[in-house]
């Protein structure tokens, strides 16, 4: 047992780290806001270092690591506000490699260990609400093949991905499964959205029967009814990471600022009022590292307590992000609430990712369904 | 204690609704809301401000010698409430009545009373509020804009920030430092800024929600006639007091409640038209207790004002007690904000503009702009250390 | 419009306040714990004071006054911890004021007026819940007149009572109402329970076929179908004061001993971190007044509203409460918890008042469902 | 990071399973639960962690030369989860094995090790800790209690308090002042002292439980050996540092990590059997919620304990980190026994000793009991001071 990291995983973090400090700030961040809102130079320079091999097996030109050397790396592109299609298309690449058809792997890996393949994933829909309980879209076969129909939103960066990974009811048993196609495909309209954190840049999307093809389907023709529940669970694992980075920033920008920031004559760090504050965040926050660190395990391994452990990391991790971002803000005093100090920018990502992929009360109720079963299993 | 409407209360109301009616636009906050633009925005509220003036609704607390209506308490509890009923637009120039007022009324001379007020009630002028400087938030004493006389004026120079809609005044209630040779609290004078003296400049600060309400204000040998000195030279500081208390106080967090109302009313309706799957918001146990909740905290609020306007009228000091208010609505609010965005769940991160975010995205904008609300007119952290010096005694 | 007590309603509180603090203190509290709980001396000091004529209407020898009269006056016994069963006496006072028959008035309100008459409720059964859903005790009739029967527990103080008020499904319409019948009939037996608060002296009752009689059923043979929902929001919204009583004075301790306590060299109430707590419980009592008065008030007048006020009132307090008592632990540190300072003797009596009558959720769904009703009435 | 189990592992496992129920009496846990009487519980207590040794389940981190079991990180979790899963009791020597063992083997002499430690694990000797003094909370450094030179021993006056177990204990860690001459943290000494010496008085302190587990303790010219100082003569303070961290440490928190999971799973069975008329408990939406943030924040605490040990092993220093784990469980626990009475709901005034009550009145016990929890160990407000200035550098 050891719940640490390697020093080669601390390392990867570390270089990682180094690029993202010399490479983006909030400055390049709040640019993206114009153009088609994808850094292109950011991308390829996370590719460089590996990003996206990480979880590629050897024998597709990827490292052939787990979701385990992913986390630290993880949580510093939370940090940095390094999201989507990054983390969707890291997301992505486990599902390829968990369920993808030989031949799809054969295909899409190489390219995704390259940083060749953007990829977006597309499960909501205008009155899903959370999970897969209420998603209606479609794949259904006739004469002329299978059509995809259904209504998604919030796919995010969807113009700029070459693949979207979309979540819908297949054939006559309305399985739930993930079909692989590109935005251009005839019968996909995208609507770009409004969104608390513009920078998600998300997309509203219609499928008005799509034209797919059995290779389309996630696994081909080896339906893969557990594959959308991994999707959502290792989103909300990766949510958790970059929520725990977010949290993690946040804390020590606020902790810099009170230590220089002086009102009454002393720095306003030296006041119990700001120190606790602060100690509170620092524990919340190294609470919330057990849990998404956990998280990552559970989801490398595919552990028996996979649900629990990234419904715990979920909801934790985005009530400590909730809590630290507003408190981050408001040691700042009238300079938090700023545009230009841009800490708005981790607040709304911070939002946007306890928003997505299940709440903390989502992810709470499904961890009490999993003690009980848990419980009943013990009895 | 008497919450009960006598037939002259009731014909007050019938007659707030009638005018309602006839003077909001018609289809309000159902096909019809308030511009986006924020300028555009400013000129409808001071726009509606003035309509309320015409038809004798502003200044609802005021002496009729400077243009209020006099009304009595439950008169000005009846207003919040129809006022929230009906969804009515804010004004503009709230500083001015909320602010300015209550301060000239106490500390001003009937010179600059008469000069003064009217004005504020008929629209003609827009105050705001120089007091924070870079250096001097919390610790507001310590500011550092400075007045030296020269002849029969001063002359100011200096700098202050987040002077809420100085863009849109043309007159500041200024702090500034008279004499510098006196403890920090003593060297303060209190005066009132023309905002088109040559020397000002107002730079717009945009806030988190994008808006930009706030601004920096400069002043550069700034001329203000000796006159427009409130109270005694340096004896500034305890006219700010009253400024701040009234900030802090019942006048201020009952028009506030009124919006925290119509927010909550709105939530709801939202929460029963959001579907998820066949079942609606409003039908998850989980969301109805943070909803009452909220519910609960605001209806507190407006009962809380009651009380406390309640003890004022029979000649309590405000003070401390304003600073109860003020901690207790900011966390409030602060509290409905989050509760709305867990309403929305899966949708709260679509915001206005787009088509599919509820309620056009208000709550969202809202919850960023709550983010102040624990830190304007006076950070939590400062209320608290009030209550506790000033109410509760105990030890600096 | 008015939201402030009278002067006279203010000079009642100061001598009901004068009276306590000369007469009782923890140190009589807790040799309540002895015996048979009741303190004589304190009821007929009560007594003379007027408290138990309060409510009586001047026909019947009483002072003829309202609720709001008693707001402070209840507030002043929470404080000082006297609960059952003079707080159980005023409510069910009020609800034969409201309810009873001409008959019982005249028989019972000039014995209440002069402190003769001490009364329980009894509404909760061991598988009741909160609120009146599930109530089981059931009064029938047959040849041989009425006999009730069901089980009841929590009924404080009932061998003292004179008089039990029971809940209970009464004839074939199974209404609700309540049956007012002596401890010492045939079939009542009482057994004491243990609880937190030891000084509450609970007692479960089992009615075994007691005979009673249509003059024992309040309001006599005219059916009071409103009378427990009534019952319930009286007891409630007494809670409510007694919570915001205690709350205050919990309050009041914590910031004399902080003022006196010194560590570091300094009073520890000069420290930002304790002055923060107090300036927030201070905060939440001064809300809490806002909510109980006014509940208070909607209970004088049965106001259309009687129900959100109360349920917003019993919430909110009991919420204060909890909040006040365990900071005021905290701020006396390793003292707060000794039996002997006396503090968690308002940490239990707060407890068992949060969870008496319905606790926060119950109230909060209760003011949801009347919020709902009132946005549909308005449309 | 690896959390799966090796075929040792498991063995491992299994061998604790079958001796635990070989060990825990009959009907544990269902029809047999520890005594009621504080005497007889603890001594119920003592004669299981008697049975731990002997069976070789004591000191299971402890290094086999003073009677240990020298096992790996994962065997601790394995046990730490088992007992939880057993319901296991607690010992009584916690003080002995928690505190006085890291301290004594990092600060002791080889001598003080070998005559000391085995005997703790064996239950021979029972230990308390006299730190605290009714002026010397919070501000430990502050103590009183002075020890004076007399030839070859010290003779000790002063009073602590809250000294848990004294009563049922044979040695105290006490920290006495030295030298009065020198600054406050620099003239105290760490000494181990023998509590049947003349002149030592322990008085049971009742506490807000009813139980008599803290002390008042008197010392009366108790005279102590001078070998029994632990490390330099007035260099106490920093080996105080040791004991505390140990207090607030991973070794702490996993115990009590176990009776915290422990305590949940019985809320939860609870809470499946608690009707409201035709409903369980378990099924109320609100109050899953709630239940489940305690789950969440349990199982967390476990997971923090790991990830410390993990670096501890590695050689990460402890110290500031402790108190982070401190300061988490304290609050966390204290919020499952309110979650506890609200699953209870109109049942929660109903105590042990009523047939009603539900799981025995154990968790009123446990909420009062709780509300230590962010006093002991150093309050909440002092681990929060060590935390922003050791950790996060914040300034004094």
């Given at each position: 047992?050891?719940?640490d990291?390697?020093?080669?995983?601390?390392?990867?973090?570390?270089?990682?780290?180094?690029?993202?400090?010399?490479?983006?700030?909030?400055?390049?961040?709040a640019?993206l806001?114009?153009?088609?809102?994808?850094?292109?130079?950011?991308w390829?320079?996370?590719?460089?270092?590996?990003?996206?091999?990480?979880?590629?097996?050897?024998?597709?030109?990827?490292?052939?690591?787990?979701?385990?050397?992913?986390?630290?790396v993880?949580?510093e592109?939370?940090?940095?506000?390094?999201?989507?299609?990054?983390?969707?298309?890291?997301?992505?690449?486990?599902?390829?490699?968990?369920?993808?058809?030989?031949k799809?792997?054969?295909?899409?890996?190489?390219?995704?260990?390259?940083g060749?393949?953007?990829?977006?994933?597309?499960?909501?829909e205008?009155?899903?609400?959370?999970g897969?309980?209420?998603?209606?879209?479609?794949?259904?076969?006739?004469?002329?093949?299978?059509?995809?129909?259904?209504?998604?939103?919030?796919?995010?960066?969807?113009?700029m991905?070459?693949?979207?990974?979309?979540?819908?009811?297949?054939?006559?048993?309305?399985?739930?499964?993930?079909?692989?196609?590109?935005p251009?495909?005839?019968?996909?309209v995208?609507?770009?959205?409004?969104?608390?954190?513009?920078?998600?840049?998300?997309?509203?999307?219609?499928?008005?029967?799509?034209?797919?093809?059995?290779?389309?389907?996630?696994?081909?023709?080896?339906?893969?009814?557990?594959?959308l529940?991994?999707?959502?669970?290792?989103?909300?694992?990766?949510?958790?990471?970059?929520?725990?980075?977010i949290?993690?920033?946040?804390?020590?920008?606020a902790?810099?600022?009170?230590?220089?920031?002086?009102?009454?004559?002393?720095?306003?760090?030296?006041?119990?009022?700001?120190?606790?504050?602060?100690?509170?965040?620092?524990?919340?926050?190294?609470a919330?590292?057990?849990?998404?660190?956990?998280?990552?395990?559970?989801?490398?391994?595919?552990?028996?307590?996979?649900?629990?452990?990234?419904?715990?990391?979920?909801?934790?991790?985005?009530?400590?992000?909730?809590?630290?971002?507003?408190?981050?803000?408001?040691?700042?005093?009238?300079?938090?609430?700023?545009?230009?100090?841009?800490?708005?920018?981790y607040?709304?990502?911070?939002?946007?990712?306890?928003?997505?992929?299940?709440?903390?009360?989502?992810?709470?109720?499904?961890?009490m369904?999993?003690?009980?079963?848990?419980?009943?299993?013990?009895? | 204690?008497?919450?009960?409407?006598?037939?002259?209360?009731?014909?007050?109301?019938?007659?707030?609704?009638?005018?309602?009616?006839?003077?909001?636009p018609?289809?309000?906050?159902?096909?019809?809301?308030?511009?986006?633009?924020?300028?555009?925005?400013?000129?409808?509220?001071?726009?509606?401000?003035r309509?309320?003036?015409?038809?004798?609704?502003s200044?609802?607390?005021?002496?009729?010698?400077?243009?209020?209506?006099?009304?009595?308490?439950?008169?000005?509890?009846?207003?919040?409430?129809?006022?929230?009923?009906?969804?009515?637009?804010d004004?503009?120039?709230?500083?001015?009545?909320?602010?300015?007022?209550?301060?000239?009324?106490?500390?001003?001379?009937?010179?600059?009373?008469?000069r003064?007020?009217?004005?504020?009630?008929?629209?003609?002028?827009?105050?705001?509020?120089?007091?924070?400087?870079?250096?001097?938030?919390?610790?507001?004493?310590?500011?550092?804009?400075?007045?030296?006389?020269?002849?029969?004026?001063?002359?100011?120079?200096?700098?202050k920030?987040?002077?809420?809609?100085?863009?849109?005044?043309?007159?500041?209630?200024?702090?500034?430092?008279?004499?510098?040779?006196?403890?920090?609290?003593?060297?303060?004078?209190?005066?009132?800024?023309?905002?088109?003296?040559?020397?000002v400049?107002?730079?717009?600060?945009?806030?988190?929600?994008?808006?930009s309400?706030?601004?920096?204000?400069?002043?550069?040998?700034?001329?203000?006639?000796a006159?427009?000195?409130?109270?005694?030279?340096?004896?500034?500081?305890?006219i700010?007091?009253?400024?701040?208390?009234?900030?802090?106080?019942?006048?201020?967090?009952m028009?506030?409640?009124?919006?925290f109302?119509?927010?909550?009313?709105d939530?709801?309706?939202?929460?029963?038209?959001?579907?998820?799957?066949?079942?609606?918001?409003?039908?998850?146990?989980?969301?109805?207790?943070?909803?009452?909740?909220?519910?609960?905290?605001?209806?507190?609020m407006?009962?809380?004002?009651?009380?406390?306007?309640?003890?004022?009228?029979?000649?309590?000091?405000?003070?401390?007690?304003?600073?109860?208010?003020?901690?207790?609505?900011?966390?409030?609010?602060?509290?409905l904000?989050?509760?709305?965005?867990?309403?929305?769940?899966?949708?709260?991160?679509?915001?206005?503009?787009?088509?599919?975010?509820?309620?056009?995205?208000?709550?969202?904008?809202?919850?960023?702009?709550?983010?102040a609300?624990?830190?304007?007119?006076?950070?939590?952290?400062?209320?608290?250390?009030?209550?506790?010096?000033?109410?509760?005694?105990?030890?600096?």
């Amino acid at each position: 047992m050891d719940f640490d990291f390697s020093d080669q995983q601390y390392l990867f973090r570390e270089t990682f780290h180094g690029f993202l400090e010399q490479n983006h700030d909030l400055k390049k961040h709040a640019a993206l806001l114009e153009g088609d809102g994808f850094d292109a130079d950011l991308w390829w320079g996370l590719a460089d270092l590996g990003l996206f091999s990480m979880l590629v097996p050897e024998q597709f030109g990827g490292l052939g690591l787990s979701f385990v050397d992913m986390a630290l790396v993880l949580e510093e592109l939370g940090m940095e506000l390094v999201g989507a299609p990054a983390s969707e298309t890291i997301v992505a690449t486990d599902l390829i490699v968990r369920h993808g058809s030989e031949k799809q792997q054969a295909r899409l890996l190489p390219l995704l260990a390259a940083g060749k393949l953007r990829v977006a994933t597309a499960i909501a829909e205008p009155k899903s609400g959370f999970g897969d309980l209420n998603i209606q879209a479609q794949a259904a076969s006739n004469s002329n093949g299978w059509r995809l129909n259904g209504h998604k939103i919030m796919v995010p960066h969807a113009v700029m991905a070459d693949l979207i990974m979309v979540a819908a009811r297949i054939g006559p048993s309305q399985e739930l499964g993930l079909v692989m196609l590109e935005p251009q495909r005839k019968g996909v309209v995208l609507r770009e959205q409004s969104t608390l954190d513009p920078a998600c840049r998300f997309y509203a999307m219609t499928l008005d029967s799509v034209a797919v093809d059995v290779e389309d389907f996630l696994g081909g023709a080896v339906p893969q009814p557990t594959s959308l529940a991994r999707l959502l669970d290792v989103s909300s694992a990766v949510a958790a990471l970059q929520l725990t980075g977010i949290a993690g920033k946040v804390l020590d920008i606020a902790v810099a600022y009170a230590a220089q920031r002086v009102q009454f004559g002393k720095p306003i760090g030296s006041f119990q009022a700001i120190k606790h504050k602060c100690a509170d965040m620092a524990v919340a926050i190294d609470a919330a590292r057990s849990a998404a660190y956990y998280g990552a395990w559970a989801i490398a391994e595919d552990a028996v307590d996979r649900v629990k452990a990234v419904s715990m990391a979920k909801s934790f991790c985005g009530d400590t992000a909730r809590q630290v971002c507003n408190e981050g803000i408001q040691i700042h005093g009238g300079m938090g609430f700023t545009w230009e100090l841009g800490l708005h920018w981790y607040l709304r990502r911070a939002k946007v990712l306890e928003f997505s992929h299940g709440d903390a009360a989502f992810h709470r109720e499904r961890v009490m369904a999993a003690t009980l079963a848990e419980l009943q299993r013990q009895e | 204690m008497d919450f009960t409407y006598s037939a002259e209360n009731l014909r007050f109301r019938d007659e707030l609704r009638q005018w309602l009616s006839d003077n909001l636009p018609i289809g309000w906050g159902v096909t019809v809301h308030e511009p986006k633009d924020e300028d555009e925005r400013a000129r409808f509220r001071l726009g509606w401000e003035r309509q309320l003036f015409d038809g004798g609704w502003s200044g609802l607390d005021w002496p009729t010698q400077y243009g209020g209506r006099g009304a009595t308490l439950i008169e000005q509890a009846i207003f919040s409430e129809e006022m929230a009923r009906a969804g009515a637009p804010d004004g503009l120039n709230i500083i001015g009545r909320n602010l300015v007022g209550p301060t000239l009324m106490r500390h001003g001379t009937e010179a600059q009373r008469q000069r003064y007020l009217p004005k504020i009630l008929s629209t003609d002028e827009v105050w705001c509020q120089g007091f924070s400087e870079p250096n001097a938030g919390s610790d507001l004493a310590s500011i550092n804009c400075r007045a030296e006389r020269d002849g029969d004026h001063f002359v100011v120079n200096g700098q202050k920030v987040w002077t809420s809609f100085a863009q849109y005044s043309q007159w500041c209630i200024l702090l500034v430092r008279t004499d510098r040779s006196l403890p920090k609290h003593q060297g303060i004078s209190f005066m009132l800024v023309d905002m088109r003296s040559p020397g000002v400049t107002v730079r717009p600060l945009r806030q988190i929600s994008g808006e930009s309400e706030f601004n920096e204000t400069f002043f550069e040998d700034v001329r203000v006639p000796a006159e427009n000195i409130v109270g005694e030279l340096n004896g500034g500081w305890k006219i700010a007091q009253t400024t701040l208390a009234a900030e802090r106080g019942p006048g201020d967090a009952m028009a506030r409640q009124i919006r925290f109302k119509r927010e909550l009313d709105d939530l709801i309706v939202a929460a029963a038209t959001l579907k998820r799957g066949s079942t609606s918001a409003i039908d998850d146990p989980v969301l109805r207790q943070k909803i009452a909740k909220s519910i609960v905290e605001i209806e507190i609020m407006r009962l809380s004002c009651l009380r406390s306007l309640s003890k004022l009228l029979k000649g309590s000091a405000p003070g401390a007690a304003a600073s109860m208010l003020k901690l207790y609505w900011s966390h409030a609010a602060q509290g409905l904000y989050e509760t709305a965005l867990e309403t929305l769940g899966f949708l709260a991160p679509l915001t206005d503009g787009d088509s599919l975010a509820p309620a056009e995205g208000r709550f969202q904008l809202g919850f960023l702009q709550s983010r102040a609300f624990t830190i304007y007119s006076g950070s939590s952290e400062i209320q608290r250390n009030i209550i506790a010096e000033r109410m509760l005694g105990l030890p600096r």
